[in-house]
């Protein structure tokens, strides 16, 4: 068995195997130290920094690459190895590489409907050499996926595609992207999609960052101007990107939810310490407050870990991943409102990075109901395929 963890076949098997291995290499590379360091000047900064997180875990023994099969360069093993890797980087201190998000959401149904595209990209992805977005949403089609119109339309062996897509995470930064873009007519609505993936240095694809509120580049529009794009970069056969897309979704939704609470748990014990450190007594109701919190986060993590499982066993989680969503995002902006109230004045006005980080997550945070799918679509999705309720009617 190998020290370092490259290519252990006992922690391919075994999760705990995995973690305790993988525990003990966090606590002891001295390497990681610097990525421990927060307070990069802007997203592509944080990027970067998170990708060079990712390059050094693959090359210093692929701690990285468990939980992917080997013919897409990963070291074997499912979602519960991923789940092992999100935690323990969370609990030593280590950030959660943000391209994890895109990499939970794009790479499971990349390898599902295209191996070949998988076989060809993916490697270079999990190691942190290029990274990838995600395009579905457009400026009439968000909630309402199946109204989108870039259109793709085949020649002899390549798509040409004109359109525009919004809110593309990472889209500044992305060096290929996933587009969902439309094959049939208008009217074919779901049935009328297709999944293309796009190199962004295609000539005809420009990208244009959107500043958040917190200042983050992280999202931005593109527009694709008679893009050319071979035909063997289709995600699945034309016209089943909609069968593509709801695949991706449970992916996005659970993973993301076990994501969020891995970095929870630690953020909650920093919050105790920060506001520990303000001067005199704990606000009223901050007692109440925090164990309410940590309730919702252990309640998360809870649900999570049986989606997680069952993703690792094969099963389909289809629409029931949005209560996962649903519980996040209660999780992701209640800790969040938690800091905001017990800082204080602080929370406004620190310039440490401590708080600047709680300010800069707090922002994000609002968004939490809103990404992968508002709290109130999550909500009929559950009512309408869950639940089976009958639809309500107007008197
Ligand atoms: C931080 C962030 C990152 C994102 N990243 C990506 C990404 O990487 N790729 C990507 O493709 N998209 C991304 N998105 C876009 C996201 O998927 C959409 O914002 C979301 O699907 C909602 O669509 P919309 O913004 O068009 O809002 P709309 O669909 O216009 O909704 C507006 C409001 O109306 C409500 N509403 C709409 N329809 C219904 C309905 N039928 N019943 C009840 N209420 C309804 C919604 O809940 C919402 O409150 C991101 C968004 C954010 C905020």
């Given at each position: 068995?190998?020290?370092n963890?490259?290519?252990n076949t006992?922690?391919a098997?075994d999760?705990d195997e ?19 360091e927060?307070?990069?000047?802007s ?20 701690w ?8 897409i360069?990963g070291?074997g093993g499912?979602?519960r ?6 935690d ?12 994890h ?8 149904a990349?390898?599902k409907f ?5 076989r060809r ?7 942190g050499e ?20 870039t ?8 798509y040409v ?8 995470s990472h ?5 290929r992207?996933v ?6 007519t208008?009217?074919?609505r779901h049935r ?6 796009v ?5 005809g694809?420009?990208?244009?960052p959107?500043?958040?509120a917190?200042g983050?580049?992280e ?6 101007d008679?893009v050319?794009?071979?035909a063997d ?5 034309e016209?089943?990107g909609?069968?593509?897309?709801m ?19 630690r953020?909650?014990?920093e919050?105790?310490r920060?506001?520990g450190?303000?001067?005199g ?27 997680v499982?069952r993703?690792?066993a094969g099963?389909?989680v289809?629409?029931e991943a ?14 969040h ?19 600047r980080?709680?300010r ?6 609002r968004?939490?109901?809103i990404?992968?799918?508002?709290a ?14 009958p639809k309500?009617m107007?008197r």
């Amino acid at each position: 068995m190998s020290e370092n963890g490259a290519e252990n076949t006992a922690y391919a098997t075994d999760p705990d195997e995995y973690r305790h291995a993988l525990r003990r290499h966090l606590a002891t590379a001295p390497s990681l130290a610097r990525f421990r360091e927060r307070g990069h000047k802007s997203t592509e900064e944080r990027i970067t920094s998170d990708a060079r997180l990712m390059s050094h875990l693959a090359a210093e023994g692929g701690w990285n690459l468990y939980g992917w099969p080997t013919e897409i360069g990963g070291l074997g093993g499912d979602e519960r190895h991923r789940g092992v890797l999100y935690d323990e980087l969370s609990r030593s201190g280590l950030p959660v590489p943000e391209p994890h998000l895109l990499i939970e959401t794009l790479v499971p149904a990349v390898t599902k409907f295209s191996p070949h595209l998988a076989r060809r990209h993916a490697a270079a992805f999990l190691r942190g050499e290029e990274w990838w977005g995600q395009c579905f949403s457009e400026p009439e089609a968000g909630s309402d996926l199946a109204a989108l119109r870039t259109k793709a339309t085949r020649q002899a062996d390549h798509y040409v595609l004109s359109g525009q897509k919004l809110w593309t995470s990472h889209g500044a930064t992305a060096t290929r992207l996933v587009c969902l873009v439309r094959t049939g007519t208008t009217e074919s609505r779901h049935r009328g999609l297709s999944m293309l993936m796009v190199d962004v240095d295609s000539p005809g694809v420009s990208v244009r960052p959107i500043a958040l509120a917190s200042g983050d580049n992280e999202l931005a529009e593109i527009f694709f101007d008679d893009v050319i794009v071979p035909a063997d970069q289709l995600v699945g056969t034309e016209g089943q990107g909609w069968a593509v897309a709801m695949f991706l979704l449970q992916y996005e939704r659970a993973m993301y939810a076990w994501q969020t609470a891995s970095v929870a748990l630690r953020r909650i014990t920093e919050l105790r310490r920060l506001v520990g450190e303000l001067p005199g007594p704990l606000p009223d109701g901050a007692r109440r407050r925090f164990g309410a919190c940590y309730v919702d986060i252990i309640t998360l993590r809870a649900r999570s870990s049986q989606t997680v499982r069952r993703l690792a066993a094969g099963d389909t989680v289809g629409p029931e991943a949005s209560v996962d969503k649903i519980l996040l995002a209660s999780a992701e902006q209640g800790l969040h409102d938690l800091a905001r109230d017990l800082l204080g004045s602080d929370f406004l006005l620190s310039d440490s990075a401590a708080v600047r980080a709680w300010r800069a997550d707090w922002w994000y945070s609002r968004s939490a109901t809103i990404l992968g799918g508002s709290a109130e679509v999550q909500r009929t999705i559950l009512a309408d395929h869950v639940l089976e309720l009958p639809k309500e009617m107007a008197r």
